[in-house]
């Protein structure tokens, strides 16, 4: 099963990433190191990048409480290039990349028609660390499978039946009756610049890998380059709805933006 991650990448997003190539303005110097092309060139945002990437490919096996203070002896013996890095840096690009772990389990939750339980309520339904409704989860199983026998949809009817919950029942009739197939995922269900936001948090998914993660860069400059992504006009979105969808989705980014400006003239793309 693909992750949420994943799901994001396959979702064929409207932008107009393709049309547009980085500005022969952007100074650069050749990396001296053997890395794949898209590291070729090293950009004012590109160490940002690297260390980034270094972070993710750890995943789950770093672990922030050890990099408290200093950064420990064996990971610059490993990596000595880590030593141009305060350890502090280190641990934020690391709360950066679960954060967007975090918004990505979020939108494929609702991608699949699922539902956050509130704070502190009970459920046997999880997916990652968030709790789900459980009866909307098992609607949604009968939806996609036009059975009762998914999961422990038997045991949740017989519950059902003592409580007299004739809701529930309507909507399981319904559910069961309809003959409209309903896709595993959705992503109608999601905003696009959300879908887009989280994609490329960490790294740039897209098409011109050189181009430098969206947690680097600030609200403002980060709804003109939506806007220039999308084809749209300056100002939709304004840096303001950038800033509700960055908190609402949990996104976390760097305390001091590397992209403040971005200029799009003739298909060059300029960040400054």
């Not at 190539?21 to 590109?46: C, E, M």
């Amino acid at each position: 099963m693909k992750n949420s991650t994943e799901w994001l990448l396959a979702i064929g997003l409207p932008v107009q990433v393709r049309t547009l190539i980085l500005s022969q303005q952007h100074k650069y110097a050749q990396n001296p190191d053997d890395v794949d092309w898209y590291l070729a060139q090293i950009f004012f945002w590109t160490e940002g990048l690297m260390l980034m990437q270094w972070i993710l490919s750890f995943g789950a096996k770093f672990h922030g409480d050890s990099w408290q203070g200093s950064i420990p002896a064996q990971s610059l013996k490993d990596f000595p290039w880590l030593a141009k890095f305060r350890p502090t840096q280190v641990v934020e690009y690391w709360r950066i990349s679960q954060s967007r772990s975090k918004a990505a389990d979020n939108l494929i939750i609702k991608a699949r028609g699922e539902r956050l339980c509130p704070k502190g309520a009970y459920s046997k339904v999880s997916s990652g660390d968030a709790k789900l409704v459980e009866e909307k989860f098992l609607l949604n199983a009968a939806a996609k499978s036009k059975s009762v026998k998914r999961y422990y949809l038997p045991q949740f009817i017989f519950e059902a039946a003592k409580q007299n919950n004739i809701r529930f029942f309507i909507r399981l009739g319904k559910v069961l009756q309809s003959r409209m197939k309903v896709p595993d995922v959705d992503w109608t269900r999601c905003d696009p610049v959300a879908c887009f936001l989280v994609a490329n948090w960490c790294e740039w998914r897209e098409y011109d890998r050189r181009f430098p993660a969206l947690c680097f860069f600030s609200d403002l400059a980060l709804a003109d380059f939506c806007s220039a992504m999308f084809g749209r006009n300056p100002g939709n979105p304004s840096a303001y709805s950038i800033r509700q969808w960055r908190r609402r989705l949990g996104l976390k980014q760097v305390s001091h933006p590397k992209i403040k400006k971005v200029t799009v003239e003739k298909g060059e793309i300029l960040f400054a």
